[in-house]
């Protein structure tokens, strides 16, 4: 075995333990294996390069949009794709083989939270009634509806002293 495969391996195993059964439950047939298969074959070394975190941005924008396209169902899911890939990506970080690959420290503070009712949950509790949209679920989350969440995600994350990634631990444990 090349040290290149041993990377590989543990990106397609990140792909699959990330992105569980209860991640994308309900979300259609075939979605779950699709992401799973596709987090680990995305290539993450243009992240190295990256100076902003509008070229992250724009880069998570495109494999959102390029995991819809692999999705085995007619909906656009964009919000479990979202989901997918930012929990995808907080498991490369945390991951000390592909984080060292791929410096993925670097851009630790534009990785988003990851979405789902729970987390939603605490956000809405953080910002205050009638602050954000009520939550439309992953199947109708709009890059619109997610923005306003990330944005309020930056700003807890700010008060906490952590990037806003990390919320999904607290506000998962505290919100489940």
Request: with cysteine.
């Amino acid at each position: 075995m090349k040290p290149d495969d041993f990377i590989a391996t543990i990106q397609r195993r990140i792909g699959v333990t990330a992105v569980g059964p209860s991640a994308l439950c309900g979300q259609g047939k075939g979605v779950l294996k699709a992401a799973q298969k596709y987090m680990g074959s995305i290539d993450l070394s243009s992240i190295c390069k990256m100076k902003s975190a509008e070229e992250y941005a724009n880069w998570l924008d495109e494999h959102t949009n390029a995991l819809l396209d692999k999705l085995p169902i007619s909906d656009r899911l964009w919000g479990a794709a979202r989901k997918a890939l930012n929990l995808f990506m907080r498991d490369v970080l945390y991951n000390q083989y592909l984080n060292k690959r791929y410096k993925i420290s670097r851009i630790e503070p534009w990785l988003e939270v990851p979405l789902d009712s729970t987390v939603a949950k605490g956000l809405k509790k953080f910002a205050g009634r009638g602050k954000l949209p009520p939550w439309p679920g992953l199947k109708r989350l709009t890059a619109r509806v997610n923005q306003e969440f990330q944005n309020v995600a930056a700003n807890y994350a700010t008060q906490c002293r952590i990037a806003r990634v990390h919320l999904d631990i607290y506000l998962w444990m505290e919100n489940r």
